[in-house]
């Protein structure tokens, strides 16, 4: 038996209350303390049931299809009567409902409904998990109690959250699809339940009594108000009736009770209007648990009985499991007619039953209500910026629905991983991490997004035989990083110089659209005992087996110095143009008619002949002098 079996008896007697004694009258609800969601799996419109709750169409889901219960008359609210499934053919294995706008540090109530009343014609119900923020909580396991599996059962919990969403998860065995009628979200104040001894714990419901009460009470169940939520069922099935019922006496009052609906837990006064004692000096409960788990037990009190009027008239032993917890006076703690309340935590409970005693040693005992929770501690989730690179890469490679890439990549770590990824913890032993990617053959069809710098953990990653696209992000080098398989994609661009600072002893860039210079650390891995192929690229080159570079060509590009001789050419080209067109400029401003009027140029014509025959005369004079000839005018 999976499904604890006190949680299945637990949920069927609430289910068989919320049946026969829920109440039609339409009044409106008690004020939530913050904010809170009410789904209608399977639904696509918003509807009010009869106590003025308003439920949400179905929302927030990573997928599934929806159905009705092949009897809904049977059932009485809307909320039980559609549901939603996740068949894994389709959906992946693993399905979430993913809550957004819960601000961290914050608590809430969870409760769900589960039915499932052969939706599927099948008569074999679903074996599957429930997990909230990466711990599990629920398992169902095929064959349900017949109960069960008609009437459905409801089941809650109270955690807190880490993360701005926290996701609600489904995990199907073999082909099983797993199914979910509604969930509730209920904010409560965060320091409700002790919550330094509650702390990185799941308080899961094993028990909410109201002693005394005949019925089944609370938001969903009757028009009474609860400010978080809860629902609170009768005692009878709980009570030990070993003296016979002639023994036990409720009590109950219409008279305030001071001290309820306070923070931070806001327990309601009805709890405390009621009570049982007993006429013999034992009173006792037993409640159905599992074994080697720890639990919070809280205990509330009122003295209701006007009779006792001073300290000391009504003393007992609260004993737990035979352990002897506390003694208890309520009137000295609080006087009549006040609200009291206790809570002890039981450390690795041996046995499957928790036994509450409380003992005589005044008058008789007295109890207005049990509430028992498991502390299941909060399983160790994946490091939150690698959730976030999951993510980022799940949309950029275009994930298909059928891999179930939802909620937390690793955890719950008892699950298997998001399909084609491999987790492990971290040195620490208190979160998970990426640590492989196999993802070959896959059909997929987008690019590799640069968020994958944030899977710092990352030893093997193996994109091959796809249809990427876009280039090899830059930051993809980490120091863990051993073995890269991108072969067989159409990959553009260089290869970076970031995987130079890999540990890379595997490189698969083979049939590709690469480009440029490899870089020599890249190609070295080759040479250093590792594996490195190149081939089937458009224009790789710089390295043994490929062609040499252009001079000014590297990486797909221009080089640095191919950069500068381009820059300085373009300098020159810009000093020759502003050269030319500064003479032109320069032509143009001298370039006017100074012409002389015809006269003036006539005489100047003359003037510049004699000038010229006067020239040669000279010449002539001075080459007959120079050769010894007498000259006319020297005197003889």
Not at 456 to 465: E, R
Request: hydrophobic fraction near 40%.
């Amino acid at each position: 038996m999976t499904l604890p079996q006190f949680f299945i008896i637990y949920s069927i007697i609430i289910t068989f209350f919320f049946f026969f004694f829920c109440s039609s009258s339409s009044i409106p609800p008690s004020s939530l303390y913050g904010l809170s969601y009410h789904i209608n799996c399977g639904t696509t419109t918003n509807t009010t049931d009869s106590f003025n709750t308003t439920w949400l169409s179905d929302r927030y889901f990573t997928g599934g299809s929806t159905a009705v219960v092949s009897e809904p008359l049977r059932f009485h609210h809307p909320s039980e009567q559609t549901l939603r499934y996740f068949p894994p053919s389709s959906y992946g294995k693993k399905n979430c409902y993913s809550f957004p706008s819960l601000p961290p540090s914050s608590r809430y109530l969870l409760r769900t409904f589960t039915v499932y009343d052969n939706y599927d014609a099948k008569s074999r119900p679903p074996s599957f998990d429930v997990a909230i923020a990466g711990t599990i909580l629920f398992s169902w396991r095929s064959p349900w109690p017949e109960s069960a599996a008609l009437d459905g059962a409801y089941s809650d919990l109270f955690f807190s959250v880490s993360n701005f969403t926290t996701d609600l998860c489904f995990y199907g065995f073999a082909t099983d699809a797993p199914i979910i009628s509604s969930i509730e979200v209920i904010e409560v104040d965060p320091a409700s339940y002790g919550a330094v001894s509650a702390a990185g714990n799941i308080l899961v419901n094993y028990g909410r009594i109201s002693c005394g009460s005949s019925d089944q009470w609370g938001p969903g169940f009757t028009i009474d108000t609860d400010r978080f939520g809860r629902s609170w069922q009768p005692d009878l099935n709980f009570r030990t009736q070993v003296h016979g019922s002639d023994s036990v006496n409720v009590l109950s009052t219409v008279n305030v009770i001071d001290g309820t609906d306070q923070e931070p837990n806001f327990f309601p006064m009805k709890l405390y209007q009621s009570a049982v004692t007993v006429s013999e000096d034992v009173l006792e409960y037993e409640l159905s648990v599992d074994a080697k788990m720890d639990y919070l037990v809280w205990l509330h009190f009122a003295e209701i009985d006007s009779s006792v009027k001073n300290e000391g008239e009504r003393v007992f032993d609260v004993l737990i499991n035979e352990r002897n917890v506390s003694r208890i006076d309520i009137y000295k703690e609080v006087g009549g007619f006040a609200a009291f309340s206790m809570y002890y935590t039981v450390k690795n409970l041996s046995s499957s039953v928790l036994k509450l005693k409380f003992v005589t040693v005044v008058g008789a005992p007295l109890i207005s209500g049990i509430e028992n929770y498991a502390l299941v501690p909060n399983d160790p989730s994946t490091v939150p910026e690698q959730v976030r690179a999951m993510k980022a890469l799940k949309d950029s490679l275009r994930i298909p629905d059928r891999m179930g890439w939802n909620g937390d990549p690793c955890a719950p770590y008892s699950w298997d991983a998001w399909e084609g990824v491999t987790c492990l913890m971290n040195k620490d032993k208190a979160a998970l991490v990426i640590s492989e990617i196999d993802l070959g053959s896959q059909g997929l069809k987008g690019y590799i997004s640069d968020e994958i710098r944030f899977l710092s953990d990352l030893v093997s990653l193996n994109l091959s035989s796809n249809s990427l696209e876009g280039n090899i992000p830059s930051a993809l080098g980490q120091k863990s990083l051993i073995q890269l398989d991108l072969s067989n994609n159409q990959l553009m661009g260089s290869i970076p110089d970031s995987l130079a600072s890999s540990s890379l002893k595997l490189v698969l860039l083979n049939d590709n659209l690469l480009e440029g210079r490899v870089p020599e650390e890249i190609y070295s891995v080759g040479v250093h005992g590792g594996a490195i192929d190149l081939s089937g690229n458009k224009d790789l080159c710089g390295v043994p087996s490929l062609p040499s570079c252009p001079m000014f060509w590297e990486h797909g590009g221009l080089s640095t110095g191919g950069k500068i001789a381009i820059s300085l050419s373009c300098l020159f080209v810009l000093f020759v143009v502003l050269l030319v067109v500064y003479i032109y400029i320069r032509r143009k401003k001298n370039d006017y008619d100074f012409g002389l009027p015809p006269e003036l140029m006539s005489l100047a014509a003359k003037r510049n002949k004699y000038q010229r025959q006067k020239s040669l005369m000279l010449l002539e004079l001075e080459s007959q002098h120079a050769k010894g000839f007498p000259s006319p005018f020297t005197p003889q």
